[in-house]
């Protein structure tokens, strides 16, 4: 073996003691158990108690743990391999988790200019709107070239398209991804070969509609099979509150629940790993807005966007804007409108601090200066809402229908957040929620707002809550029925400063 292929090889092991290490202790997982809900691994001693997913923040309730015994056996190969090498391995080459996280922050704009060197293979789709843009134009439907060869079922086409680096995930006008589409035309051959890239199994289409909910309907029995052992979520609602499991005949129910019995390892699901591609991607066209109240920040911009051709300053909050620079003390930034308005569009939210640490020569990276909280350290809009986009999911009030009563008058909830109805009507859109002109009829509501919101936790409060009247200080009668509550701005706010749908 070569010099450079064994540089590789201890590489590619790296990345596979990665995968297996445990966000809790940091060491490869002893007795590895999967978190339903993002597919991380832990070790089996750590699931109880935990509030969250230790690498990617999930909030954890109502979250169940698979075992696959294949799992215990790669830790153990991966193991040996790395005792076996370990004499082989020089201070360059050998690094861990720790380390990764070192150098990651010391990275130059020049290493990040070029994430080619760093993707591994099967990481290249996600990457492919840096590596394959002549390859994500659109039609007029809003379909890919990928899109098209899917729903045409062109083999051919679909492999050159893989092995450029095209993004699998991408969502057409109407909400569909490629695998929506090989899906309806059942098949699984497809199915199989866009999971090895990367492609995100639950992203919900049209109604929020996932591939698993096509799958059924159509009654592809080995496509419900693959998709579910992928880790499909048999219980994912789409708009009108229906799951897979629900629209299943009584023998595709067998399937699903055998299936869901037998789940596996995918790539795909690591949102974590999307992060961190992302992040490198998002150095190409960094444009900021500064609402930092420091002199020495806004010169410091001034002069690092002179020498960074791909950093710039944007004078007004425009869907333009990628990153927000606010002042925080320990990671910790005020709550103010354009902080939430940067939560519901899922932008970075950095510390004043990434300006100042940043240098003529190189910017730093973005994960250890993004905020930790919003007005508290418990509540971590920010980064949620990112990896919520990652995961192409909908907005935070997906499924709500919201009446504003009685916000005429700007109405002050402290002296950084000044709220007037056009600014609070338009958080809520950008969070995918539905502004209302009249007060809802609980005795009438239309049946096409007659939906659940995608993000309401199970068994929760708010679990078929599809109408809201949210009021300044008092709201007679004060609704509180399954699918209408009469609640206070402050729960609004929150939801928004949690990104989540928050059971009042």
């Given at each position: ?7 590789n ?5 790296d ?49 169940k ?5 294949r ?9 040996k ?20 996280i ?50 045409l ?5 679909i ?44 992203v ?15 009654g ?15 219980n ?48 190409d ?185 949210i ?14 509550k ?12 949690r ?6």
């Amino acid at each position: 073996m070569s010099s450079k292929d064994l540089n590789n090889f201890l590489k590619a092991l790296d990345a596979v003691k990665e995968d297996y290490t445990c966000g809790v202790c940091s060491e490869l997982c002893k007795n590895p158990v999967t978190l339903s809900k993002c597919f991380h691994l832990i070790c089996a001693s750590h699931f109880e108690g935990l509030d969250a997913c230790p690498s990617c923040g999930t909030n954890l309730e109502g979250c169940k743990t698979f075992t696959d015994e294949r799992l215990a056996v790669c830790i153990n190969s991966a193991n040996k391999l790395d005792e076996i090498f370990s004499c082989f391995r020089s201070k360059e080459t050998s690094t861990t988790k720790q380390d990764k996280i070192e150098s990651n922050s010391k990275t130059t704009l020049t290493d990040v200019r070029k994430p080619q060197a760093k993707l591994r293979s099967h990481d290249i789709s996600i990457a492919s709107s840096k590596f394959s843009k002549s390859s994500e134009k659109r039609n007029n439907k809003g379909e890919t070239p990928l899109h098209i060869a899917c729903r045409l079922g062109k083999v051919d086409k679909i492999t050159e398209l893989l092995n450029q680096g095209v993004n699998t995930n991408t969502k057409d006008n109407a909400g569909w991804t490629p695998l929506h589409e090989v899906v309806q035309n059942g098949r699984l051959d497809l199915v199989t070969l866009l999971l090895q890239y990367n492609t995100l199994i639950d992203v919900p289409g049209l109604n929020n509609e996932t591939p698993l909910h096509e799958a059924v309907r159509y009654g592809h029995r080995e496509i419900i099979k693959e998709l579910v052992k992928h880790g499909a979520d048999i219980n994912c609602r789409n708009s009108k509150g229906e799951t897979p499991l629900q629209l299943a005949t009584d023998d595709l129910k067998i399937i699903l629940k055998k299936a869901s019995e037998s789940l596996i390892q995918t790539q795909s699901v690591n949102v974590t790993h999307m992060s961190i591609l992302h992040s490198e991607l998002d150095f190409d066209d960094i444009r900021v807005y500064c609402v930092s109240q420091q002199k020495s920040v806004v010169s410091k911009l001034k002069l690092l966007c002179k020498q960074h051709s791909n950093l710039h300053i944007e004078v007004k909050f425009t869907k333009k804007v990628t990153h927000l620079i606010v002042d925080a003390e320990n990671g910790i930034c005020m709550s103010t409108i354009d902080v939430l308005q940067g939560i519901v569009n899922s932008i970075w939210i950095l510390t004043s601090d990434w300006v100042l640490k940043s240098t003529e020569d190189s910017l730093e990276q973005f994960e250890q200066f993004e905020v930790t909280g919003v007005g508290t350290a418990s509540y971590n809009g920010p980064k949620t809402a990112r990896y919520n986009k990652y995961k192409q999911l909908p907005g935070v009030f997906d499924g709500c229908h919201f009446y504003l009563h009685n916000f005429n008058m700007k109405y002050e909830i402290s002296k950084h957040l000044v709220l007037t109805k056009a600014t609070i009507s338009k958080l809520i859109t950008d969070a995918g929620g539905i502004v209302l002109r009249r007060v809802p009829n609980p005795e009438s509501i239309p049946d096409q707002e007659k939906l659940v919101p995608y993000h309401a936790k199970k068994d929760g409060k708010l679990y078929i809550c599809s109408h809201y009247i949210i009021f300044k200080d008092t709201y007679q009668p004060m609704y509180n029925m399954q699918h209408l509550k009469a609640l206070p701005i402050g729960w609004l706010i929150e939801c928004i400063e949690r990104y989540e749908l928050c059971d009042p």
